[in-house]
């Protein structure tokens, strides 16, 4: 099993206060556009690929799912998702995204969460996703958005205050590794331009259905941290529909 820096007892301890992980998808502040790009779930068979803490395993369960795989390579997440969204039509399963397998047509809603930058194959993700779908199927899923990947550090550049000028962008058609910092830790990640991500989906066999760059929900916006990210874009959403036809 490959290492995970999210088992890492430090790091997991901090990641466990962020409000994504204490208040779950209400503490997300693109999740309010995320779930307007949700298919029904109502008798659909669900896979998370990076489920994390198990939120949208549970939404997608409560929405009338007939059953839920959530995936996650970290140990620690997936004990936390199992004490607290563990119901009894979820199965959490611990795995890498690029070794896990299923078998062809095995579910008709894929979804992953801020996972797909980790994977150095956005293209061999999508081809996976494609074989494990039914016809028709949907693929949404979120993942950081290459403006915010592109330079690497993923920190702002401060004034002599400790305030922020302005977010670097640089390097944004290199795509690759990136050694990025995380709640103080270096976090290895892996940049792609959109225009990657839009054509491995076609030739995947996909057909776009909706893009969005979120902004923080507005609610969120009196968070001092969250007023920052209406300066540039950190996440970026697409909703997808398996068509069949490979380019």
Known sequence: M?????????????????????????????????????????GKRVLDLGCGFGWHCRYAAEQGALSVTGVDLSEKMLAVAQGKNGLNNIVYRQASLGEVEFADAAFDIVLSSLAFHYLESFAAICRKVARWTAPAAHFVFSVEHPVFTAQGPQQWILDQEGRPLYWPVDNYYTEGRRDAVFLGKRITKYHRTLTTYINDLLEAGFAI???????????????????????????????????????
């Open 209 to 247: 259905c909706k893009l969005v760059e979120p902004q923080p929900a507005p609610e969120l916006r009196s968070n001092a941290a969250m007023k920052e990210e209406l300066r540039r874009p950190m996440m970026l959403l697409i909703a997808a529909q398996k068509t069949g036809q490979v380019s």
């Open 2 to 42: 490959k290492e995970n820096p999210y088992d890492d007892p430090d790091f997991f301890l901090q990641y466990s206060h962020m409000d994504r992980s204490v208040k779950g998808l209400e503490g997300a502040g693109e999740w309010y556009r995320f779930r307007e790009m949700l298919p029904s779930f109502k």
